[in-house]
T-cell receptor
Framework: QKEVEQDPGPLSVPEGAIVSLNCTYS??????FMWYRQYSRKGPELLMY????GNKEDGRFTAQVDKSSKYISLFIRDSQPSDSATYLC??????????????FGKGTKLSVKP | NAGVTQTPKFQVLKTGQSMTLQCAQD?????MSWYRQDPGMGLRLIHY???????DQGEVPNGYNVSRSTTEDFPLRLLSAAPSQTSVYFC????????????FGPGTRLTVT
């Protein structure tokens, strides 16, 4: 079992829909949780990050972490065609050295149709 | 700031050839890393560096070498290219221990025939 599992999709929604993207993980030592967005043929860019449990909101985006269930989510409200991209979850432990490296999910490809 | 730059953008190699993928950053970041991205596999860490003169292996280091002689540059060397190394390669950097905020380059698309 991989440490981080993410449904690769693809996910297709109409413009204005609420989108829910999810990852599960197996390592309870993970403390930092991130979402990266990757447009086609581009490098990933950091969208949001959360430390430990809880919610974080930034505009139309909300990141949730449930450490008891080892489950993280990204919600996109009022989705736009410009949100069409691949979304990768990533996480890491709160240590240095190799344990501080990011572990990525496989990414979910999202398409928002006008 | 140019951010993280990678050259070349595209490369085709024959099996057994060697080459170096270049990566440079102008943000004075201590941490730099190389990933490969394959369909259905996500991003996998090849090698990383926490500072000039310090490198270490990631998840998939076989067939690759790295060195870090300066803070700015982190080249990735393919020693003897194999078709299994056909992939998109991304270089990333971040400031110190804050590795969650990694800045990625635009990628190099490598095909090995």
């Amino acid at each position: 079992q991989k440490e981080v599992e993410q449904d690769p999709g693809p996910l297709s929604v109409p413009e204005g829909a609420i989108v829910s993207l999810n990852c599960t993980y197996s390592n309870s030592a993970f403390q930092y949780f991130m979402w990266y967005r990757q447009y086609s043929r581009k490098g990933p860019e950091l969208l949001m990050y959360t430390y430990s449990s809880g919610n974080k909101e930034d505009g139309r985006f909300t990141a949730q972490v449930d450490k008891s269930s080892k489950y993280i989510s990204l919600f996109i409200r009022d989705s736009q065609p410009s949100d069409s991209a691949t979304y990768l979850c990533a996480m890491r432990m709160d240590y240095g050295g190799s344990q501080g490296n990011l572990i990525f999910g496989k990414g979910t490809k999202l398409s928002v149709k006008p | 700031n140019a951010g993280v730059t990678q050259t070349p953008k595209f490369q085709v190699l024959k099996t057994g050839q060697s080459m170096t993928l270049q990566c440079a950053q102008d943000m004075n970041h201590e941490y730099m890393s190389w990933y490969r991205q394959d369909p259905g596999m996500g991003l996998r860490l090849i090698h990383y560096s926490v500072g000039a003169g310090i490198t270490d292996q990631g998840e998939v280091p076989n067939g690759y070498n790295v060195s870090r002689s300066t803070t700015e540059d982190f080249p990735l060397r393919l020693l003897s290219a194999a078709p299994s190394q056909t992939s998109v390669y991304f270089c990333a950097s971040s400031y110190g221990a804050g590795r969650y905020e990694q800045y990625f380059g635009p990628g190099t698309r490598l095909t090995v025939t």
